[in-house]
Each structure stands twice: as C-alpha cells, then as structure tokens.
C-alpha cells in the first residue's frame, strides 16, 4: 500500500504569493493533518480534518487554510507568503474515529519543502 | 508548549543498547506517552505507544514508571540507521481535545557511532 503522499517534494515561490499544498492519505484513513517545521524545531500544528470537517487549528494565522475533499485527500493553502513561511509542511493521516477504545495512529508523509524568497 | 522533557542529545554505539529517557510529570490519567522518531528530511516515524504498562514491538521496547512522570524509549541494538531525532509526546487518544493535534517538543538528537 502507498504511504502518505505529498506533492510538491519542493517549491520555491517569492514574498507575497500564493502556495498550494497536497496531500493523500493512506488508503482507508479518513483523517488528514497538517503540520509546519521550521528548520532546527519539532513539527507544529496547523490543522486537522475529519470527514471533510474541520476538526482542530493551531495557532497560525487566518493566511493559512485547508480543506479535504470527498475521497479524503487535502490541500493546505497560505496566501500572502512571509519569508517567515519558509519551512517543511507535512501531511500525516489516521484511521480515526471518536471512538473510545480506538487506535490513533498518525502516518506522515515526507513533507513539501518551502522556501520564500 | 510540550508536556515533555527529553536531553536534546545523546550518543550511543553501534550495537549497543540506546535508552532515551522522557518526563512527563504532568500527565493526565487519560494521556498516552507516543514516540516517535524523524530521519533527517523525512517526516515523522511512530514507534510505539502506552498508557502504563511496558509495551514492545518490532522496533523497540517502552518502559513507563508506575507514577507514569518519565518513561524511557529503548532501542536494544542500535544500528546506523537508528540515527535521527526521537520524539516522546504525551496525547489523549485522538490528540490533544480530540483534535488530532500532537503536540512535539525539541526531541532527543540520537547520533550512533560505530
């Protein structure tokens, strides 16, 4: 079975422009979430998306969006890129239910390095 | 922030034993203790999970103190290739207020040498 799929593996775009990112998840898994690492610091939370709801944010601001779609894959948008935005943007997907008892695993795919200049 | 305290790195030679310790002495009763582990440029890794037994898999083994405040991820016999940054995390099933959030701290920097 194919593991977590993201495109692009690397993109470059300039201050100010619009990026798109995208996800697959493991067949099967219906939840997706997206996470930011800046370079030299662990991963950073951004979103997660259950049945095409959003189910969870962190604290990034409104420039940063995503939706998932009916076969469960998911885009992750920033608009107006800030050099800041610079960094690995991954994708992690579970099989996960709100269900006690249930396992909660979370696959991550290898990311879409971003760099802003 | 992360609930977890872990050294930011460690050596271990090839071969050997690595045991790569994690507080956590603020641990709710419904929190899990997960590792996980990231090969450079590559995304996250699990490794293996517990509530407040010992747990072993393929991988590695688990050891959570009774008091559930620190745990200690051990890899029996480090290769090359074990070499990466290990992440103890402290999460409810489902992430943190059932968001699916995981929260990573600086993790462990575990280098093995031959």
């Known amino acids: 079975d194919a593991g977590v799929t993201q495109s692009p593996t690397h993109l470059i775009k300039t201050r100010g422009q619009h990026v798109t990112l995208r996800c697959s998840p493991i067949?099967?898994?219906?939840?997706v979430s997206w996470y930011q690492q800046v370079l030299g610091q662990g991963p950073q939370f951004i979103f997660q998306y259950y049945e095409k709801e959003e189910r969870g944010r962190g604290n990034f601001p409104d420039r940063f969006s995503a939706r998932q779609f009916p076969n469960y894959s998911s885009e992750l948008n920033v608009n107006a890129l800030l050099l800041g935005d610079s960094a690995l943007y991954l994708c992690?997907?579970?099989?996960?239910?709100?269900?006690?008892?249930?396992?909660?695993?979370?696959?991550f795919g290898s990311g879409t390095r971003l760099t802003v200049v | 922030d992360a609930k977890t305290t872990q050294p930011p790195s460690m050596d271990c030679a090839e071969g050997r034993a690595a045991n790569l310790p994690c507080n956590h002495s603020t641990i709710s009763g419904n929190e899990y203790v997960y590792w996980y582990r990231q090969i450079h440029s590559q995304g996250p890794q699990y490794i293996i999970h517990?509530?407040?037994n010992n747990e072993t898999n393929e991988m590695a083994s688990l050891i959570i103190t009774e008091d559930r405040k620190s745990s200690t991820l051990i890899l029996p016999h480090a290769t090359l290739r074990d070499t990466a940054v290990y992440y103890c995390i402290v999460s409810p099933k489902g992430g943190s207020s059932n968001t699916g959030k995981l929260i990573f701290g600086q993790g462990t920097t575990l280098q093995v040498k031959p």
């Open positions: 517990g509530l407040k």
């Open positions: 067949s099967g898994h219906k939840s």
């Open positions: 992690a997907s579970s099989w996960w239910a709100m269900t006690p008892g249930s396992y909660y695993g979370y696959t």
